[in-house]
T-cell receptor, first 113, second 113 residues
Framework: QQQVKQSPQSLIVQKGGISIINCAYENTAFDYFPWYQQFPGKGPALLIA?????SEKKEGRFTISFNKSAKQFSLHIMDSQPGDSATYFCAARKTGNTGKLIFGQGTTLQVKP | DGGITQSPKYLFRKEGQNVTLSCEQN?????MYWYRQDPGQGLRLIYYSQIVNDFQKGDIAEGYSVSREKKESFPLTVTSAQKNPTAFYLCASSIPGVTYEQYFGPGTRLTVT
């Protein structure tokens, strides 16, 4: 049962453009929404995260927009650079003490120079 | 220099053999996790452990086993009962707290022929 759906599966953006990746979740019992960045052959690394009581969070060129009523959240990468080329995963943490994360399917981003 | 170590980077086994993947962390994290990554499917949770000598099944535990005898170590055994074991395996750890941010190791790519 896929509780976090991510789109698109792949994305090609020109250098300097805006990359947008979307996620939707099906369960309201989530209380933390991180985004991870993964380079080929490496483990994912936390990029930015948001809690549901905030509608937007910005860190440098990376912004999360969160829409609680629509159960959607998105990652915006401003001024995309070739070094941003990677796979991005959204995730949602289940409420409670386990710390379990449910991951989206991933988006492979290619930024063309 | 704290972090999560997974060894080996690449592992090859014949069908029918059990194989154990190593995961060690020196971050003093209580919780540890094992994920499996397949193309287009994101990260799926195999097992997790919140404390030494305790662990719980994740979403795809069948054909896998774990142990947590030490805080620093959380080895994963892929048994011959796992029908499709070839995958990229990721270990993660987290600290108790509000965010439960998970830190990932570099992964082990297992190929079973």
């Amino acid at each position: 049962q896929q509780q976090v759906k991510q789109s698109p599966q792949s994305l090609i953006v020109q250098k300097g453009g805006i990359s947008i990746i979307n996620c939707a979740y099906e369960n309201t019992a989530f209380d933390y929404f991180p985004w991870y960045q993964q380079f080929p052959g490496k483990g994912p690394a936390l990029l930015i995260a948001i809690r549901p009581d905030v509608s937007e969070k910005k860190e440098g060129r990376f912004t999360i927009s969160f829409n609680k009523s629509a159960k959607q959240f998105s990652l915006h990468i401003m001024d995309s650079q070739p070094g941003d080329s990677a796979t991005y995963f959204c995730a949602a943490r289940k409420t409670g003490n386990t710390g379990k994360l449910i991951f989206g399917q991933g988006t492979t981003l290619q930024v063309k120079p | 220099d704290g972090g999560i170590t997974q060894s080996p980077k690449y592992l090859f086994r014949k069908e029918g053999q059990n194989v154990t993947l190593s995961c060690e962390q020196n971050l003093n994290h209580d919780a540890m996790y094992w994920y499996r990554q397949d193309p287009g499917q994101g990260l799926r949770l195999i097992y997790y452990s919140q404390i030494v000598n305790d662990f719980q099944k994740g979403d795809i535990a069948e054909g896998y086993s774990v142990s947590r005898e030490k805080k620093e170590s959380f080895p994963l055994t892929v048994t011959s009962a796992q029908k499709n074991p070839t995958a990229f395996y990721l270990c993660a750890s987290s600290i108790p707290g509000v965010t439960y941010e998970q830190y990932f190791g570099p992964g082990t790519r297992l190929t079973v022929t």
